[in-house]
């Protein structure tokens, strides 16, 4: 029922980019269906995150990358009319940490700015990242840029913050409307993924520590 709700939920919202998808007939399009199959099947998060034998690391990373952007878009969607500038003036995770933005071109120095526009900001810099073909190649015939794993990580450790933001100051709604336990899959599968191919440093994961302790114990 919850899960039910929550897609009604989304149904509902109208703020949502439209959905990144893969061509058919690419390995990309196949991987993320077995991807997605072996998930719905119920098996462990932490052995399905790993590389299928005789697949490509590039590719695999692609496909993750992408379907954690649509889905930590949607989970932000789902919270973010409860999200403006007067309650979260700032982009934090709880009293110790806070986020500044930067992106190299039209915010050269880091700026403070509330978690809203920050998020904004950081999406549309995923979207435009994932977007770019020379970046993100379409078809298998064109190779990855030599810089891949390095924009994937990066990509994952912004992806996390929204995560940050979600579970910190938001999860009051995300309880309220039943989602709770889709967030939590959603952020366990993140986790595993990053954790398997060492994607982001202790450093960064150490705002949800505590939480990730508990919930990824196995
Ligand atoms: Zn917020």
């Known amino acids: 029922?919850?899960?039910?709700g929550?897609?009604?939920?989304?149904?509902?919202?109208?703020?949502?980019?439209?959905?990144?998808?893969?061509?058919?007939?690419?390995?990309?399009?196949?991987?993320?269906?077995?991807?997605?199959?072996?998930?719905?099947?119920g098996i462990n998060?932490?052995?399905?995150?790993?590389?299928?034998?005789?697949?490509?690391?590039?590719?695999?990373?692609?496909?993750h990358v992408v379907d954690f952007f649509n889905r930590i878009n949607l989970i932000y969607g789902t919270i973010s009319?409860?999200?403006?500038?007067t309650t979260c003036p700032t982009m934090s995770g709880g009293q110790k940490y806070e986020y500044l933005w930067a992106d190299g071109e039209t915010y050269k120095k880091p700026v403070k700015l509330?978690?809203?526009?920050?998020?904004e900001l950081l999406?549309?810099?995923?979207?435009?990242?994932?977007?770019?073909?020379?970046?993100?190649?379409?078809s298998s015939d064109v190779p990855f840029p030599k810089t891949f794993p390095t924009l994937c990580k990066k990509i994952l450790t912004?992806?996390?913050?929204?995560?940050?933001?979600v579970y910190i100051h938001h999860f009051d709604r995300i309880f309220s409307i039943g989602a709770e336990a889709h967030v939590n899959t959603c952020y366990k599968h993140f986790y595993y993924f990053v954790m398997e191919f060492e994607l982001m440093s202790a450093k960064e994961l150490e705002p949800l520590a505590v939480m990730t302790a508990q919930m990824c114990k196995d």
């Open 1 to 4: 029922m919850a899960l039910h």
């Open 6 to 41: 929550f897609l009604e939920f989304f149904q509902r919202e109208k703020t949502f980019r439209p959905k990144k998808r893969f061509n058919q007939g690419t390995i990309r399009y196949s991987l993320h269906k077995q991807a997605n199959a072996s998930l719905q099947s």
């Open 45 to 63: 998060l932490k052995e399905v995150v790993r590389l299928p034998a005789g697949e490509n690391m590039n590719d695999w990373l692609a496909v």
């Open 81 to 85: 009319e409860n999200c403006d500038e």
């Open 114 to 119: 509330p978690a809203p526009r920050y998020i």
């Open 123 to 138: 999406m549309d810099w995923v979207e435009n990242q994932i977007n770019n073909e020379s970046l993100f190649p379409v």
């Open 158 to 165: 912004r992806l996390f913050r929204v995560f940050v933001h």
